[in-house]
């Protein structure tokens, strides 16, 4: 067309150029971290940067977890010995806790997030 | 107020009311995904580029957005937002791109450059409240669309200032 | 007062009941309430285009994993919650559209220069919307356009720009609104906590 200018191309350019980018950014959902709770053949996931509360149900009563800062834990359980609620928050992918009375398992799966300089990791020992 | 009583105005009013209908038939084509928009109605706010004083730009701008929300329902509900943000950063930088370059730019580049600005204030506004974190999903789809529909748009509005006698006569009356 | 002024009063309080609802049941039947009510105010109601609407905010959702799992694609999850937390978050935007076509159904009434220059829209609107046949699909597409611009403007009659929706509100006007606030206010009771206690069957639902 004989009408099109320099500047147009430069500015559809411009406009490519960030659709293409945006490409990239499906590797920023890929690889957090997520809680998985299992529990009498089923199975629950939840986002562990979502602050959330959730229950289950098991043998001998329920068992309720809570998500809060990026981290999980037990907050009450009706298990006898109370193991679970004892364990504290857990918050690395590898980590978990279970009520095995209750028959309650919950794991941190995800990609590990990179240490900084100098941390020490639970496994170096 | 009657048509004629004001003629800068009337023809603010006639643009404002071509806005609406192409936007009444932008809502009437179905579209695959909802919030895709062709940005039909954004013809008008090209075309009245050079043509309109910088409040008759606004003025019509405004009008477009009532208008837009009344026809598709969403005037009381949040999805005003995406339609607001994405018209009045299209517009404003529609404007900023002619008033810099005037001639040197055509029709199609400034419906480029309005575009860019109406997707990626979109995403924005998606990624916090709508969509979150699906907005990285939608993205690319949401700019390539953009680029494309917005290129047929521009060479419409093109088409149409050059060979439009009715535009000719406006602008002789404008100057 | 207004007819138009009426609606948007009674809109406002509707809207606050949507605002309130958070159980998805409720939802559902706020969102069906509103459907009926823009469907008595002339609004057409077309089920695919929600359906997709609905579908689609779901299954957005479905990308932060909230909940008991349904089935794997691949290695990734899709939960319950999560299309729960999208379902409820679509039914309240179609219930927000449909909301707005309720309280817009009689134009409102803008007062000052800027409701003058809207009238003046809508004029021009509806003058477009009558004679836009003249767009034949000729070759001089343009020229069909320059046409059409052109006579919108002939034939102008000063009596054609009647004054629409000046309607007044009548006693029975004030009862039927009051009755759809009060609708929305059962709605609301229903499915509250208070009644949840009472009735476990309430209790169970989502």
Known sequence: ?125 | MTPHSNTRVDLVALFSACALFLSTIEYMIPKPIPFMRLGLANIPLIIALGLFSKREYFLLLLLKVLGQGLISGTIFSYIILFSLAGSISSAIIMLLIYTLFKDKVSRVGISIGGALGSTLSQLLISRLILFKEATYVIAPLFLFSGLISSIILGLAAQRFIVMSKWYQTMKEISV | MRYSTLRLISGAFLITGLIISQSLILRVCITIFFIILASFSGRKFRLLPNIILLTSISLAHTLSPNGLVLFSIGSFPITLGALSIGANKGLLLISFIYASHYMMSSRPHIPGKLGAVISLQFYYFDRLTTKWSLIEKKRPFIGAIDKLLLEIDENIDDKEIKQKEMRLVEKRDIVIHIIHIFIMFLLLLIFSDMVKGICPFMGRLP
């Open chain 1, 1 to 125: 067309m004989k009408q099109l200018t320099l500047i147009d191309i430069i500015i559809f350019t411009i406009f490519l150029t960030i659709s293409i980018l945006s490409f990239t950014l499906y590797t920023t959902i890929s690889g957090k971290p997520e809680v998985h709770v299992t529990s009498g053949g089923k199975e629950w996931v939840y986002d562990l940067s979502v602050d959330t509360q959730a229950s289950f149900e098991g043998p001998v009563g329920f068992t309720s977890i809570e998500i809060s800062n990026n981290r999980v834990h037990v907050h009450e359980s009706d298990c006898k010995n109370q193991v679970c609620v004892l364990a504290g928050w857990i918050s690395k992918p590898g980590e978990w806790i279970a009520c095995l009375p209750n028959n309650v398992f919950i794991l941190i799966q995800g990609e590990p997030v990179i240490a900084k300089e100098g941390e020490v990791d639970d496994t170096s020992f």
